[in-house]
């Protein structure tokens, strides 16, 4: 699982490096699918792997709106400090981790339950997710995506 997030964490890096060679404008111009738009989605996944590891913490989820951070400068600069933070968490990660539960509530009120490595696991598929919409992205700004590819990345 450590592999994963530090492949992640890799290809966050790349798009973030893909970004500075696109217009601001094509960065935040509203596309279909996803959270809206290229530099929102990748506030997105730097947001929510922040917040759900945050919440197994104790900590609280961050809350401030995209619109806060819209451009790439800040939203590379909160993804950073995002990482110093959830990084020593994720290296410290034990398999027995895995079984413990984290309990919430519902917009409703009512009381849900996950283990931690479920949570984990999805904070991962999450990030992959909406690499695959940034790549389909890519290609109607004109531009090669980011390679998604696990191998050469020296993590093994």
Known sequence: MLKLFAYNWQV????FAWCQEVSE?????KRIGGVGGILHTLFHIADVEFSWISVMQGKPEFTEPFESYASLQKVTDLSARFHEE????VLSWTNEMDLKELSELTPKGEPVNFKYGEVMRH??????HHIGQLSVWS???GKVPVTANLIHRGLF
Request: charged share 40%.
């Open 25 to 29: 404008e094509e960065l935040l111009k």
């Open 123 to 128: 904070v991962i598929a999450h990030e992959i």
């Open 12 to 15: 966050r890096q790349d798009w």
């Open 86 to 89: 959830v990084r020593p968490f």
């Open 139 to 141: 290609r109607e700004v």
